[in-house]
């Protein structure tokens, strides 16, 4: 029998990283090596203990997951990363994968694709969702008409959810005050009046 897939989780949310560590834990041929909140944590961890796989949120405080991506791709070209986000951006996207992540999954995605992106990576083949290949292929024109940041690309992400500005904060770890500055500047760039316009704006323009 070949040896288990040694892999390490990193995201600043202790629940999902829970949840994941224990769907791991009941696939034989995976192998949960460590755990990291932050980016500045998984470079440590992945010079310590050399991981076959890393699973890369995208969003933390500190250091962010495309930092974390550089780093260690630099360092170590050898792990593969796959970055697990929340958003289907396109700018995050290329983002992400431009720093040196092999593939890119959204955090919805069902336990058993999980494992399986994990087994593609390991064999170099990148693991993509539906959503990112969609993006990669159809790139959203308007996304740069109203020249959004990053930031303010979740920040309405969030919005069009049906997110409040609290549970943004607690989702993006930045404080209410941030959101709603994020949103102000996002309801300026979109030339509209209230989030219930600014969600009608992002639709037709497909910016989320």
Known sequence: M???????????HDMLRKGIASFLYSVPDLELIGE???????????AALNPDVVLMD??????????AIQHIHSRQPDIHIIALSSFAEYDLVKSALKAGALGYILKNVAAEKLAEAIRMAHTGIAPLSPEITANLFNPPESSTQFKLTQR?????????????????????????FTVKNHVSNILTKLGVASRTDAVRVAIQNNLV
């Open 58 to 67: 995208l969003v933390m405080p500190e250091m962010d997951g495309v930092t």
């Open 2 to 12: 070949s040896e288990a897939i040694r892999v390490l989780i990193v995201d600043d």
């Open 36 to 46: 990291a909140s932050s980016g500045s944590e998984a470079i440590e961890l992945c």
């Open 152 to 176: 303010e690309q979740e920040v309405l992400t969030l919005v069009v959810e049906g997110f409040s500005n609290a549970e943004i904060a607690f989702r993006l770890s930045i404080s209410q």
